[in-house]
């Protein structure tokens, strides 16, 4: 038996089988079916112990009988009995199985498979009981048997252990996966800011950038653009009211002439100031002073024209006398940093209006008797390149700077010998809130009554 068994097991189960070089003559032999069931399950054992002899490495220990040592050794140890030789072999795979199963390694599946090939083993064996085998040699085999389906249920069918660090790392090259595009991003992300620094020629090295790699399954959220709330348009014509009337006719006739109606931005108006706004009289200059300084008050509005306004004695002033004698007169202010200017233009019995645009690099002369003063806007073009020198050091940029006196078609004109400073007014008024100008002389006497109250009430309307 153990020699046929020699020549028709694997490998690995024949070197438990002690050494023999043949049947002792006269013993009985296997029978033909006992030989063939055997030869196909330790076919099929061999097949399946060499599929898994990496995963569970266990190593069988060569018995004294077949040991490869010098022949002296040979000689020097007697032979023992295939049943010692077995035993000696199950003690060595039974402190191996139990080292590894102390080390964590003892997880395995019993399958059908392998439970069918124990029952085979048993059939086998009751064969060879039925052949009456001696009782060394069914022991042999009874052994070998044991050792075989000890083998079989420690097959690692299914190891916990190399399942989770299977899982395990799978689930890491995803982090590395996303570990890398994080830093894609941020290398992206660093490389344009670079560009837009190199470009504005700024470089600022405390700027921190975030980068968020959106979740797999995280919904996207729509962007929902909020468009500006319009700006409530107020009526051009506001209608005044009772109460309102009352106050511009209790101001026109209701006591002294000389009573102070209405005082700010170091001017101090009296009764008789604005008298000159009723009927068709002629503004006076503290009227027309006071309403340009309402307008600068007005244009602080973030959503209008910043504006600056000279009184009405800087253009006569400036034209007579020459820039020296006004360049105190912009000690506190610097004209340049605002929209407009605006230059109320005295011409001794007529009011004009001067306006310099900076956003526009254009001076502009308003008058409402279609009147031509190209030199009032030469005079002041030649103020504003003094007065940069002056006041920042450097000349002024005199390139596309248009100088333009408004035609009678290009702008409401008066239809009398009166309203020349109301149209002044109203001309700064329409050009401070970046309006087109559309009133008309009809608009002449409620305007005159509107400027009473707005100017006692110091608001604008």
Not at 48 to 65: L, N
Request: net charge neutral; with cysteine; glycine share 4%.
């Amino acid at each position: 038996v153990a020699t046929w068994m020699r020549n028709n097991v694997s490998p690995t189960l024949r070197n438990i089988l002690p050494a023999s070089p043949g049947p002792p003559p006269g013993d009985p032999q296997p029978s033909t079916s006992a030989a063939v069931w055997a030869k196909s399950l330790f076919s099929g054992v061999a097949s399946s112990s060499s599929m898994y002899e990496k995963t569970f490495p266990i190593k069988v220990v060569q018995s004294p009988t077949h040991s490869t040592s010098s022949g002296h050794a040979h000689r020097a140890r007697p032979h023992c009995t295939a049943q010692e030789s077995v035993h000696e072999e199950e003690k060595e795979v039974y402190r191996q199985l139990l080292t590894m199963v102390s080390g964590g390694q003892s997880s395995f599946l019993h399958n059908a498979c392998y439970k069918a090939y124990i029952k085979m083993f048993l059939f086998v064996s009751d064969m060879f009981f039925a052949e009456k085998l001696n009782e060394s040699l069914l022991g042999c085999f009874i052994s070998t048997h044991n050792y075989i389906c000890l083998y079989l249920h420690s097959v690692p069918c299914f190891q916990a252990e190399l399942w989770i660090k299977e899982l395990t790392s799978m689930y890491d090259s995803r982090a590395r996966e996303r570990r890398r595009q994080i830093e894609e991003q941020e290398a992206l992300a660093a490389q344009l800011l670079r560009q837009r620094l190199s470009e504005e020629g700024q470089r600022s090295p405390h700027v921190e950038v975030h980068v968020r790699v959106p979740l797999e399954k995280e919904v996207p959220l729509t962007l929902v653009i909020e468009q500006p709330k319009p700006l409530e348009e107020k009526p051009e014509f506001p209608e005044l009211t009772e109460e309102m009337e009352a106050d511009v006719n209790r101001a026109l006739r209701g006591g002294g002439s000389h009573e102070v109606l209405s005082e700010g931005f170091g001017l101090s108006l009296t009764r008789k100031d604005l008298q000159t706004l009723s009927n068709l009289n002629w503004l006076n200059d503290e009227v027309i002073n006071f309403y340009m300084n309402l307008l600068v008050e007005r244009s602080k509005d973030p959503n209008l024209p910043s504006v600056n306004t000279f009184n009405t004695f800087f253009y006569p002033k400036l034209r007579c006398s020459g820039y020296s004698t006004v360049r105190r007169w912009t000690k506190k202010m610097d004209i340049f940093a605002k929209d407009i200017l605006l230059v109320p233009v005295h011409l001794g019995v007529h009011w004009c209006l001067s306006v310099v645009d900076f956003r526009k690099k254009a001076i502009l002369y308003f008058d409402s008797m279609g009147g031509n003063n190209d030199e009032a806007c030469r005079i002041l073009f030649d103020y504003l390149q003094q007065e940069s020198k002056d006041k920042k050091g450097k000349a002024l940029d005199t390139s596309g700077w248009i100088l333009h006196s408004k035609k009678r078609s290009e702008i409401p004109q008066q239809m009398n010998g009166s309203d020349c400073g109301m149209f002044t007014c109203k001309y700064a008024d329409y050009i401070t809130k970046d309006k087109p100008i559309t009133f008309t002389q009809k608009h002449m006497p409620y305007f005159r009554r509107r400027m009473v109250w707005e100017i006692v009430n110091h608001k604008l309307l």
